[in-house]
């Protein structure tokens, strides 16, 4: 059976440190925009914390929410792209082929979770940031458009390692960067397919929501919280 | 032979017209030039057309070559998006509607230049009278024994210039 | 009341209507280079976007279409002038329209040409804009039929040969009548383009089937063509985009512009040509009552848009519409509903108001509003996502005005050239057969 890759995210466990944001920045290559494009709003995150306040102080309650793509099966970016540059592969993802984007921002306005970001320069690195490039990852060109991908890199890796070892890739074995940062161990990262995976096992959990479910794009990130 | 003759009215034309035709020459030798479209009751001046179903059979063609082509094309890329299927006439219905609205608008305007004997090759004898706004011009093509009762048909309805060519 | 142009003999009409065609004024010059100047103006601000990036616009996540867009649908729009009001007043026979229509037909291409470059000018990576079209490759590479975008480049190229087709085909007979005056190098052109017209009754007969199936044809594409640039919006889950009055609702602001344009143009040829005599007070009087039935037309779909977002009450889509009639944008939506309705309503719904200088006016206001009208549609609804941690504004930078300024210039640009080679009123449709009964 063909695996469909799928994420849970612990909102109970979450502490908003963003370690999450920093590993995927490192692991994939994402372009830093500086001071004055990041005061425009061109910062490019692939993962990004939403922080929701509730109540007045001193009953303040705060929410971290880490959002990225949620690589819906039924996505509604993908049927817009007049290139075939976003589509759905066959392990669940929504891909980009960032050599295919000429930039036309429709998958962008269509995303409802707005986890879509442009390439609004060629990319920059201040010095010595651009020794560290993470050399399975590609750099993308200016005019592209660009989002989280659950470190499809960390996938093949371990699937090419498995096979080279002659084993089967078991749950657990592949970790996208945000996951495996996380000190609270919020994040859990699987196969939905296999139901004796731990984020199939979560995903059935009576604290299981989805973002925007009522959309019907079929996000595939679920977020345990009690109460919404 | 050719026989033209300017006149500056309608019904005078539409006389001369009728009665050569009784004579035994056919609509098809029979041309009139002017500066403007002229309004001829039915029967007198019929020139026969196919347009209209040139265009809709253009229109059904082209659309229908259209559906195929984006049917087998998709079909060809078996990428999946957003959870559609590869091919829904739905979601392509609107360019099959553009390229069959595009196949009868491009065969209207090719079966106009070819109606209208602007791209066919003309007669080489045939003089091309010019027409002075106000003016009809007849011009009759007639075997060389047709011609004096040609020029006095037209003579009698007031013709003026009336003038023969050819053979 | 002025000698009807019907009362004027052949030969001053034809010289009245030809005579703009030769020489140029010195005010023609100076249009011509203060044109060329903001046309450059915009070529280098594109050409600066080409090298640095789309980052020297003011767009930003999450407003990705921002001018470059507002004009796309603005001059699509305008371009419904020509076609429809041709296509319909030939339809019904009115015989007010003739000449209007070359005018009207002549703002349809260009203002095609000009907003059919900008799905390009908007593009990330615009040197690469031909990969939309499906061309045979040997790269495994095809478009996305699916994707409205691709709807859009099927529509605007079906409609910019049927326009151009249209334009064309009754130019035939004036191309012929020029070719015997002019000079040179004109009576060249005139001839190459007039196919060997002789007048001919078999080809007269050819011109006016091919007219009348044409404006058919025309208005059923026109009507097409806007829809479907509605539903590029309509099509997306974004909030106040995703509503099934789109398509309608493009369309009639489509035509209401449209028509807003026509007047402005044709109030401008009948000052600077001196057509007093053929553009009269009847012809703006139609189009004024035609630009005020469009107006009501346009509040009332205007009104239900709004009307059933507000009673319906979705958090989503209330964060824009209160965006749009309360907070940021609140000043805009008020001028342009003051622009497209109020302003029209009074000019041009009092009758002792309704004069062509009114009608200008109004026309002009109406043509701001609806610029409005576009900006209002798409920037709230980007800048106010579902997820509203992304929230944001949009402000243009000096690429895009300059840019916006340009087509403006493109188009007096392209108008003035038209207007000098051909006639701006149709010489042979004007002046019907003097025996012909009405």
């Known amino acids: 059976m063909e695996r469909r890759w799928g994420m849970t995210i612990d909102l109970d466990r979450c502490t908003g440190c963003q370690a999450c944001v920093v590993a995927c920045h490192a692991e994939n290559n994402l372009p830093v925009s500086g001071p004055v494009e990041a005061a425009k709003g061109r910062a490019v995150h692939w993962i990004r914390v939403d922080r929701y306040y509730e109540g007045t102080f001193p009953d303040v309650k705060v929410k971290y929410m880490p959002v990225m793509c949620q690589h819906c099966d039924d996505a509604p970016c993908e049927p817009v792209c007049p290139v075939y540059a976003t589509y759905h592969n066959a392990e669940g993802l929504n891909v980009q082929v960032y050599n295919r984007c000429v930039g036309t921002f429709y998958c962008a306005n269509n995303c409802p979770y707005t986890v879509r970001y442009f390439n609004w320069f060629e990319p920059e690195w201040p010095e010595p940031l651009q020794l560290h490039h993470n050399p399975d990852v590609a750099v993308r060109p200016g005019g592209v458009m660009e989002k989280c991908t659950f470190c499809i890199q960390r996938i093949k890796r371990t699937k090419q390692d498995a096979a080279q070892e002659g084993r089967p890739v078991v749950d657990g074995d592949v970790q996208p960067a945000c996951v495996q940062s996380c000190p609270a161990e919020a994040m859990t990262f699987g196969d939905l397919n296999d139901p004796n995976s731990k984020v199939s096992r979560l995903a059935e959990s009576g604290r299981a929501t989805r973002l925007l479910e009522e959309l019907g794009t079929k996000p595939k990130v679920i977020y345990l919280q009690r109460g919404k | 032979m050719f026989v033209t003759g300017e006149f500056r009215e309608k019904e005078p034309v539409v006389h001369t017209i009728r009665q050569l035709r009784d004579a035994g020459i056919d609509s098809s030798a029979l041309d009139l030039f002017s500066a403007e479209p002229v309004e001829l009751a039915r029967g007198v001046l019929d020139r026969p057309s196919r347009m209209s179903l040139v265009a809709v059979s253009a229109a059904v063609g082209t659309g229908l070559l259209a559906t195929a082509f984006i049917r087998y094309t998709q079909h060809d890329y078996k990428l999946v998006t957003g959870g559609m299927p590869l091919f829904s006439f739905w979601a392509t219905g609107v360019i099959t509607y553009e390229l069959t609205m595009l196949g009868a608008i491009v065969a209207t305007f090719g079966w106009f230049l070819r109606e209208s004997g602007l791209i066919r090759r003309r007669e080489k004898d045939a003089p091309v009278p010019h027409v002075d706004p106000g003016v009809i011009c007849l011009r009759v093509r007639c075997p060389a024994g047709q011609a004096p009762e040609t020029i006095d048909t037209m003579r009698r309805h007031g013709a003026l210039k009336i003038e023969r060519s050819g053979q | 009341m002025a000698t009807t142009p019907e009362l004027l003999p052949y030969g001053r009409i034809r010289e009245d209507l030809f005579r703009p065609l030769s020489g140029v004024s010195r005010n023609y010059v100076l249009a011509t280079v203060v044109a060329f100047v903001i046309g450059a103006a915009g070529l280098v601000a594109w050409g600066h976007q080409l090298r640095s990036g789309m980052g020297v616009t003011g767009l930003r996540r999450p407003v990705f279409w921002g001018f470059y867009l507002v004009n796309f649908v603005f001059w699509i729009g305008i371009s419904h002038a020509g076609t429809l009001i041709s296509a319909i007043l030939r339809l019904t026979d009115a015989a007010w329209r003739k000449p209007v229509t070359r005018a009207a037909e002549a703002i349809t291409v260009f203002a095609l040409m000009i907003g059919a470059m900008f799905p ?91 007219m009348k199936l044409m404006a058919g044809m025309i208005l059923a594409v026109a009507v097409s063509v806007h829809t479907v640039v509605a539903w590029d919006f309509a099509m997306t889950v974004a909030p106040m ?14 035509i209401f512009s449209g028509i807003a344009a026509l007047i402005v143009v044709l109030a401008a040829l009948r000052k600077i040509l001196h057509l007093e005599f053929y553009l009269t007070r ?31 009450n979705d958090p989503g889509e209330m964060a824009v519409f209160a965006a749009r009639t309360r907070a940021r944008y609140a000043p805009y939506f008020w001028t342009m509903v003051l622009l497209n309705f109020v302003v029209p309503l009074v000019l041009l719904g009092i009758r002792r108001l309704r004069t062509i200088r009114t009608a200008t006016i109004a026309s002009a206001c109406v043509l701001v509003g609806m610029w409005l009208e576009r900006y209002l549609i798409i920037v709230p609804t980007l800048a106010n996502p579902r997820l509203a941690s992304a929230s944001s504004t949009y402000t243009p930078s000096w690429v895009e005005l300059a840019i916006t300024a340009a087509t403006f210039a493109a188009m007096v640009m392209l108008y003035m050239v038209f207007s000098k080679l051909f006639p701006i009123i149709a010489v042979w449709e004007f002046k019907p057969h003097p025996l012909e009964e009405e």
């Open chain 3, 120 to 210: 390009i000018i908007h593009l990330g990576r615009g040197w690469l804009f031909y990969w939309l079209f499906p061309y045979p490759n040997g790269r495994m590479l095809w478009p996305n039929f699916r994707s409205p975008l691709l709807w859009d480049v099927t529509a605007i190229t079906t409609y910019l040969t049927g326009s151009v087709i249209y334009l064309y085909l009754p130019l035939i007979p004036d191309l012929a009548q020029l070719a015997e005056h002019r000079t040179l190098w004109r009576r060249t052109l005139y001839r190459t383009l007039s196919l060997g017209w002789t007048g001919s009754d078999r080809e007269w007969h050819a011109l006016e089937r091919a």
């Open chain 3, 241 to 254: 985009w995703h509503s099934t009055i789109f398509g309608p609702y493009f369309v009639t602001g489509a």
């Open chain 3, 282 to 312: 009847h012809h703006f009087n139609n189009l004024a009552k035609l630009l005020l039935l469009m107006s009501l037309l346009w509040f009332y779909f205007t009104m239900a848009e709004n009307l059933t977002v507000w009673y319906g």
